[in-house]
């Protein structure tokens, strides 16, 4: 009998151990899960990577600053460097305090004379409060946003390279959004309705396209997505306003072998730059990271370790080629 359940005991613990190798897809190499060859190029993260750490060392990238403004002139000469049409449009923006700050959005176009155009953006500004820092003597300090900010715009920066050297089919216009992280801080004392103080630059850009007559078929939000620990779920407003192109993005990466990155649930609803898109009539949908432990936004998410220390290649990889992929099997109407 003790013989018995010993081995009982044993083939237990062997389940377990199959079982605990089988979840654990850190330690795996990430394979496509059927035959499916890229159509796209390769998208290198280690130059994504290279892209985020420059961001990050002009210092937080906060309007008004001059990391702001020595960033934003680099972002600009990097898209042209890259063969792209660039256009920078200056707004002034007011924050939740009614102070107002000078700002810009920049719009890097391939491809610029295309019908059928897709946009893939981010916001490039940082937040100017670690308001949700453990510390509370920090709550006042701006933020390197490596995750929140750098990470987007680093893959954007890769897709460039890319389209210079393979230009796409369709018409891509590649938007770095200001303004969209002086959302009104926790700390604030005001009960105004706070989600207009969010998303100032692509509220803008809704408002006044940067050239006459624009129009764009869709598009491909990029936010916080480099983050250590980050998944990606299946965004409120859009699977709302865009669920075939989530769709198509989350079969695409499954494709790729990227699966464990891109889960099917359905995640939170998302105040971000895709809203004033779809509710100007661009349908675009919002790859947001979430932390794969707890669901939530990740736990550097405005706090001072939101910086170049917690970012994973693997995570850019999984996103950057996933989103290379659309470009690239993207064909006009
Ligand atoms: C709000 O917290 C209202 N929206 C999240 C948008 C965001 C902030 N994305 C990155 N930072
Ligand atoms: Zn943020």
Request: with cysteine.
């Amino acid at each position: 009998m003790k013989n018995r359940s010993n081995i009982f005991a044993q083939l237990l613990l062997c389940l377990t151990l199959v079982c605990l190798a089988a979840c654990d897809g850190t330690k795996k190499p990430q394979q496509p899960t059927e035959d499916y060859t890229a159509v796209a190029p390769d998208f290198n993260a280690d130059s994504a990577y290279a892209y985020v750490a420059r961001q990050c060392e002009f210092g937080p990238r906060i309007m008004g600053s001059e990391a702001h403004e020595q960033c934003g002139a680099w972002l600009a000469e990097k898209f042209k460097s890259l063969g792209a049409t660039v256009v920078e449009q200056h707004a002034t923006f007011t924050l939740y305090d009614g102070s107002r700050v000078n700002g810009m959005n920049i719009i890097a176009s391939y491809l610029p004379e295309a019908q059928d155009r897709i946009i893939v953006c981010s916001h490039w500004d940082s937040r100017p409060w670690a308001d949700h820092d453990a510390d509370e003597a920090k709550h006042r300090t701006p933020i390197d946003g490596a995750n929140d900010g750098a990470s987007g715009v680093g893959i954007l920066i890769e897709l460039a390279r890319m389209m210079q050297q393979t230009p796409p089919k369709v018409g891509i216009d590649l938007i770095c959004f200001d303004a969209e992280d002086c959302g009104t801080p926790q700390w604030a004392k005001t009960d105004s309705n706070d989600e207009h103080t969010w998303c100032l630059g692509s509220q803008y850009w809704a408002g006044q396209h940067h050239a006459e007559g624009y129009t764009a078929n869709c598009g491909i939000l990029l936010d916080m997505v480099g983050g250590s620990g980050t998944h990606f779920c299946k965004e409120g407003f859009s699977m709302r306003y865009a669920p075939q192109l989530c769709d198509q993005l989350w079969s695409i990466a499954h494709k790729l072998g990227h699966g464990s990155y891109f889960s099917y649930d359905e995640g939170g609803w998302v105040t971000d730059d895709h809203l004033p898109l779809n509710r100007c009539g661009i349908p675009c949908i919002d790859i947001i990271g979430s932390d794969k432990q707890d669901g939530g936004f990740a736990t550097t998410w405005h706090t001072q370790h939101d910086n170049i220390q917690n970012i994973d290649r693997n995570i850019l990889k999984a996103v950057g080629s996933t989103v290379a992929e659309m470009i690239w099997t993207a064909t006009p109407i």
